[in-house]
């Protein structure tokens, strides 16, 4: 008998609720450790959308939740398998699916949600047949203002880097990348509306929630090269490995992927939580 979602889904989950404005949501997402969130609205806490870290980021001078959240959203019952679950989230490369009943928001399944299944059932898929993505390396003497472009390029969160014999010596996600940046504190607290006597853990929360892609103008990166910044002997996957493995790798360290070597521990290619997910459907 399959899983069902209301398994394994995250029940009551915070919400951000319209009309609304993109302060309150940044600021719930400091507060829970979010990067988002669905959105409700406040005549009958009915499903209205969704909203990222990336719609904020997008548009930075939009302030209307209405007007950041995306409304056309893919959902799916608490009764549902959560093969339903992972094809919707695999086919359109979404992280959060919103479970609803009645027209009413029961809870939330992510893929951290699914990898624990995929762990449970002991899956035997070899990772190599599991890759999706072109795997783009950073070398670990490039530049930052270099990396920056290829995080925004590719749109990757995460890359592998090699040293020059091509040995894989690090990882860099797009979070590390900005936590090296200099922020101009003032100039952002002030636009995202956080006043001088706020909390100081409001503003290293904010840090950790917001993506590398913010305003060029407010991001200014040091004279630093990927060796200086990246996490250094990261953990890797024989290509052979039980993509099971991988699942328990994943989710006893919140990692959202993982570098896969080859016969000579060279680098094959990265492969992502919603590819661990998609072995569900095999």
Excluded at 238 to 245: A, C, G, Y
Aim: glycine share 6%; proline share 6%; aromatic share 4%.
């Amino acid at each position: 008998m399959s899983t069902k979602v209301s398994e394994v889904m995250v029940s009551n989950p915070i919400v951000a609720i319209v009309p609304g404005s993109r302060n309150e949501v940044l600021s719930s997402m400091v507060k829970h450790n979010l990067t988002g969130m669905p959105v409700v609205r406040e005549s009958d806490g009915r499903l209205a959308g969704i909203i990222s870290r990336k719609d904020i980021y997008n548009n930075p001078k939009e302030q209307q939740l209405s007007l950041l959240m995306k409304k056309d959203v893919l959902v799916i019952g608490s009764d549902d398998s959560i093969e339903d679950a992972a094809r919707i989230l695999v086919e359109n490369n979404i992280h959060r699916l919103p479970v609803v009943d009645d027209g009413k928001l029961v809870g939330i399944v992510t893929p951290t949600d699914l990898l624990k299944e995929v762990k449970k059932r002991k899956l035997e898929t070899p990772v190599e047949e599991l890759i999706r993505k072109t795997c783009v390396p950073l070398w670990e003497g490039d530049p930052l203002k270099y990396v920056q472009t290829v995080f925004q390029v590719t749109r990757m969160t995460a890359l592998p880097v090699l040293d020059s014999n091509g040995d894989i010596v690090g990882i860099v996600t797009d979070r590390d990348l900005f936590n090296t940046s200099l922020i101009k504190d003032d100039v952002t607290k002030s636009e995202l509306g956080i006043g001088p006597d706020e909390d100081e853990w409001s503003w290293e929360g904010l840090r950790n929630v917001m993506p590398l892609f913010y305003e060029e103008s407010k991001v200014d990166l040091p004279d630093l090269q990927v060796r200086d910044m990246m996490v250094k002997d990261p953990i890797t996957l024989f290509k052979k490995s039980p993509v099971s493995e991988a699942a328990s790798i994943m989710k006893r360290n919140d990692f959202g992927q993982l570098p896969i070597r080859d016969n000579e521990d060279r680098l094959l290619g990265m492969i992502y939580d919603l590819d661990v997910i998609n072995s569900l459907l095999m």
